[in-house]
């Protein structure tokens, strides 16, 4: 199980801390993925991390201004989201898979594991 938290409405160039905590499996093996989807938009990846020695995965949209962090100790993945836009808002959803980041993010394989989404909104 995973379970999101952070979320909310911040004003354009603020920020936000998600966290993703983890239950009921061992995170470790995992990599952990932030996904959002927009209203009328498929839903994409923005960030995944295998382990903490690995090199994250970043869309080009967030590039500079995202940063993902886990904690295996804690069973915890973070989302800090600097200098946040209008264009971030979104449902951001956290995900769990054995895969490589770049298929993870990419959404090229299958998913099986999701949190139930937590909404993130930018505006002024």
């Known amino acids: 199980q995973l379970v999101e938290s952070g979320g909310g409405l911040v004003q354009p160039g603020g920020s936000l801390t998600l966290s993703c905590e983890a239950s009921?499996?061992?995170?470790?093996?995992?990599?952990i993925g932030w996904f959002r989807q927009a209203p009328g938009k498929e839903r994409e990846g923005v960030s995944c991390i295998a382990n903490s020695r690995s090199t994250p995965y970043y869309a080009d949209s967030v590039k500079d201004r995202f940063t993902i962090s886990r904690d295996n100790a804690k069973k915890t993945v973070y989302l800090q989201m600097n200098n946040l836009k209008p264009e971030d808002t979104a449902v951001y959803y956290c995900?769990?898979?054995?895969?490589?980041?770049?298929?993870?993010?990419?959404?090229?394989?299958?998913?099986?594991?999701w949190g139930q989404g937590i909404q993130v909104t930018v505006s002024s």
């Open positions: 995900a769990a898979e054995l895969a490589t980041v770049q298929a993870m993010c990419g959404l090229e394989v299958g998913i099986g594991t």
């Open positions: 009921g499996f061992t995170m470790d093996y995992y990599a």
